[in-house]
T-cell receptor
Framework: AQSVTQLGSHVSVSEGALVLLRCNYS??????LFWYVQYPNQGLQLLLK??????LVKGINGFEAEFKKSETSFHLTKPSAHMSDAAEYFC????????????FGTGTRLQVTL | SQTIHQWPATLVQPVGSPLSLECTVE??????LYWYRQAAGRGLQLLFY??????ISSEVPQNLSASRPQDRQFILSSKKLLLSDSGFYLC???????????????FGEGSRLTVL
């Protein structure tokens, strides 16, 4: 079985500050990992994905994530938060080679303050 | 390019009434299709997925059913809604080719269901 754990259901940062959203995964086989963003009353949009190539993955809107096998982590970062980054962020995992179902974390709501 | 549409966007229904949510994908053939439900503070729960016409897999026992009458159409239904069916329902697809092998899904805009 595979799973992801997102630490912190709510994170608040000041505009211009570093954004760090934490995700740890559990998988018995090499995983594919994803970060999605959801704005209020909208669907999920893919931010970035790790598919066993480079461990540092760059995505849209200035976000990036680093796959660390030793720590079973895939934390999402952005050097400088913008008000428009306020949204809910979901980490998700699937198994290499099956690519049939994604398992999502419970989400982290990011608040950006002035 | 591929697009996915869900409707209705918002629905308020009384307990015991029927439900039909529709999802349609354009610009691709033979996609895998998924229904997720999102409840507050509980992330996304996979309800059903389909790999082809008439092929439905249910992930959790519940008051809902799904059907795929056409290649790019996926319908979520209920004969009698319960209060616990309230939530935000998301349809998603995964296509063929490169993205199929890496597993990412592409989501619709969602349908918010309130059962009173």
């Amino acid at each position: 079985a595979q799973s992801v754990t997102q630490l912190g259901s709510h994170v608040s940062v000041s505009e211009g500050a570093l954004v760090l959203l934490r995700c740890n995964y559990s998988s018995s086989v090499p995983p594919y990992l994803f970060w999605y963003v959801q704005y209020p009353n909208q669907g999920l949009q893919l931010l970035l994905k790790y598919t066993s190539a480079a461990t540092l993955v760059k995505g849209i809107n200035g976000f990036e994530a680093e796959f660390k096998k030793s720590e079973t982590s895939f934390h999402l970062t952005k050097p400088s938060a913008h008000m428009s980054d306020a949204a809910e962020y979901f980490c998700a995992v699937t198994r290499t080679g099956t690519a049939s179902k994604l398992t999502f974390g419970t989400g982290t709501r990011l608040q950006v303050t002035l | 390019s591929q697009t996915i549409h869900q409707w209705p966007a918002t629905l308020v229904q009384p307990v015991g009434s029927p439900l039909s949510l529709e999802c349609t994908v354009e610009g691709t053939s033979n996609p895998n299709l998924y229904w997720y439900r999102q409840a507050a503070g509980r992330g996304l729960q996979l309800l059903f997925y389909s790999v082809g016409i008439g092929q439905i897999s249910s992930e959790v026992p519940q008051n809902l059913s799904a059907s795929r009458p056409q290649d790019r159409q996926f319908i979520l239904s209920s004969k009698k809604l319960l209060l616990s069916d309230s939530g935000f329902y998301l349809c998603a697809w995964r296509g063929l080719g490169r993205t199929a092998n890496t597993g990412e899904l592409f989501f619709g805009e969602g349908s918010r269901l309130t059962v009173l």
